[in-house]
């Protein structure tokens, strides 16, 4: 701690969840890891992470706020006409946000024990999380909260990492932590990792519709595998990925780069592609899956209302308006005793 400065007593970091505007996958590495190229795009859907300094060891709460426009309707076959709004209506039961670990697993308290150990800095963190992210969506909400952790350690400790060190812990959590820390929008090569920033022609607010059904990370690239045989060959997207990184492109410009995931879906294809539909329907204009999926969005053009778009929504899928962010974490400190 800085001679003088008082003790930091709060840290609040607002964790935000990413949208891949386009995400191309390549060949499949020795290491296990494919290469990448994508386009980041920090939202304003996030998480929030209070930390409180504790004598020792670290611990976590977490609590669920549905802040989905629409409350999923399973098996009722209705829908959104006359529904508006997209605002909070308080917390609720929701399976908007399946559960993610509590334990030692979650990502708030891999990334703590990773910067103790790393630091080498004692003293504990009392961690409690706002789950706001849809889980296992594409969204990138665990990775946010690790970088929010990684971030909120340094505050509360008043440790000055730098930018390159919080960067090679968050690679080491996962490929996706090394963005949800710089946040904004960037191009993203290599597994994810290597970023370089981008900026877009204009900021834009998207529907983010969630299916019930989640898939993990890594079989989602080994379906990529299984299904090895594109037309266009790796290097030539790759190269279309890093000259559309030069430019001042509008967000729907990187959309159309497409998302490998989407030729996978095998039999949930049907479905996706009546989500793709319906997005449509209610006026989104360009429509993509974000990540491995299932997350899909749309994009709403300048002067349409929100609310419009959320009330033509037709389904059962939990929805989320959101509009682009051009940071990814926001940590605010309270000190004193
Ligand atoms: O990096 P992260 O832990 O999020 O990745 C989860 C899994 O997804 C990896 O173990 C790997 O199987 C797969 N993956 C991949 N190529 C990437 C990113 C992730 O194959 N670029």
Known sequence: MRRGAAPVRRVLVEARAKLNLGLIVGPRRTDGYHEIATLYQSISLADTLEIRPRARGFSLAVRIEDVSALPEKAHSGSHAAGRRGTSPRGPRATSAIPTIPRGPDNLVLRAARLWRDSTGIEGGAAFHLTKRVPAGSGMGGGSADAAAALLGLSLLRDARLGRDRLLELAERLGSDVPFALVGGTALGLGRGERLSRVKLARSFRAIVAVPRWRI???????????????????SVKLRSAQL??????RPEAWMRLGNSFERVLGNRRAEFESLVGRLRRAGATDVRMTGSGSAVFGMIEPGIPTSRVVARFEGSEAIFVVRSRTAGLRATTATGA
């Not at 993990?216 to 790796?234: C, E, G, V, Y």
């Open 216 to 234: 993990s990370t890594a079989s989602a690239f080994a379906r990529i595998d299984r299904h090895k045989n594109p037309l266009t060959p790796w």
């Open 244 to 249: 559309l990184g030069r430019k001042r492109l």
